[in-house]
């Protein structure tokens, strides 16, 4: 699994990693790390609207999101 660190990073930085990610890992499961509640949201739209699922995991005040597709 390819992990994205995106913890204290604004958008649309951790965007455009998650899809540089999606890029250079085609097919791979990738475990996204986020700080920021707009980044999640943002990440999970933008996943989405890929055709691509998303689960959500919230630990204290950081999330990670698992892609797969």
Sequence with gaps: MYEVDARGLSCP?????VSDALKSHP???????VSEPHSRTNVEKFV?????TVLVKET???FEL????
């Design 27 to 33: 097919g791979e499961k990738l475990k996204v790390l």
């Design 48 to 52: 989405k609207s890929r055709g691509l």
């Design 66 to 69: 698992t892609i797969e597709g």
């Design 60 to 62: 204290g005040s950081e």
């Design 13 to 17: 930085e951790p965007l455009m990693l």
